[in-house]
């Protein structure tokens, strides 16, 4: 189902259609910017991803490129119904609770179904029919964004022009992520930039795992690492946030990556089942200790789509 859009004169520049565009990454930061210069977004907990419509065909790729539009039927499907014969679009892919809050580890747990309560949140446009629209300033391509939305099951990321510290305040009190902050007239950036900035309510980081722990045949949490350069150094023990599928599952994915010795660069004096340093999870924690440990961590799901 296409659509031909009418309207005013058209925007942006006369171009094909591009192929994976490298998404715009926010930095993160300690305060929130205040200022007209700045518009505010609710920070979603999901999966970045972009959306290519053209051809009647709706795909859906992740932040690193990858075609997932075999795991995000029904967001393909939602997608197919914008009202556009071409476009790209960035977004997040949430699992939103009824307080508006989003969960990654319950999105993780629902692709593992059919994935019916997947929605697609969608935040910028950087292509529409036929034209380029990277080089137009944010607010305009939102505008053109939330047009094409109207009548679809695809959400529109709102924005708030608000001083900065107020909306995250906000943000914070009714239990959400955080907050993006975007320079308002600015163009689509290219990769990480201080255009983007974020600053999330909890400190979330992504580490690799490097280890499990079994108190006798029960679970007993991971052991993570951050890479600094070619080495893995330890950044702390996780034993929080898990239940009971969700470590099942962690065991079964770690067990056919045990080795006999420990993948730090220097060795920690714990008894743990070291694993080849492959997986990567996603952990929240509420600071961290001069050594780089995480303190009061929990265990948010496993990042595959890095």
């Not at 993780?108 to 935040?123: C, T, Y």
């Not at 993570?224 to 929080?240: F, I, P």
Request: glycine letters at 8%; aromatic letters at 8%.
């Amino acid at each position: 189902m296409a659509f031909q859009r009418k309207g005013p004169a058209a925007i942006g520049v006369k171009a094909p259609i591009p192929g994976f565009i490298e998404p715009a990454l926010a930095t993160s930061i300690e305060k929130v910017p205040s200022g007209r210069r700045w518009i505010h977004e609710i920070k979603f907990d999901g999966y970045r991803v972009q959306v290519h419509l053209a051809n009647e065909l709706a795909r859906i790729f992740t932040r690193r490129g990858h075609d997932w539009t075999h795991r995000f039927k029904k967001v393909a499907h939602d997608a197919w119904r914008i009202k556009a014969s071409s476009a790209v679009i960035d977004g997040e892919i949430v699992v939103p609770a009824a307080d508006g809050s989003t969960d990654f580890s319950v999105l993780q747990n629902e692709l593992k179904g059919k994935s019916i309560k997947i929605v697609l949140v969608a935040f910028d446009l950087l292509y529409l029919n036929g034209r380029d629209l990277r080089k137009l300033p944010l607010i305009q391509r939102k505008t053109e964004l939330k047009k094409i939305l109207i009548g679809t099951d695809v959400q529109f990321s709102e924005s708030f022009e608000i001083e900065g510290r107020e909306m995250f305040a906000h943000a914070c009190k009714v239990g959400l992520e955080g907050v993006v902050s975007k320079v308002r007239d600015g163009p689509y950036p290219k990769g990480r930039t201080s255009d983007w900035v974020k600053k999330t309510c909890a400190q979330r980081e992504t580490l690799t795992i490097a280890g499990f722990a079994l108190e006798g045949t029960k679970w007993d949490g991971i052991y993570v690492g951050r890479c600094k350069g070619d080495d893995l150094v330890y950044a702390g023990k996780v034993d929080h946030g898990f239940d009971k599928v969700s470590a099942a599952d962690l065991q079964k994915r770690l067990k056919p990556l045990i080795r006999k010795t420990q993948p730090y660069a220097k060795r920690i004096d714990h008894k743990g089942i070291w694993v080849e340093p492959k997986l990567l999870a996603e952990i929240e924690y509420r600071a961290k200790s001069a050594e780089g440990k995480v303190r009061h961590p929990f265990f948010r799901g496993l990042r595959e789509d890095l």
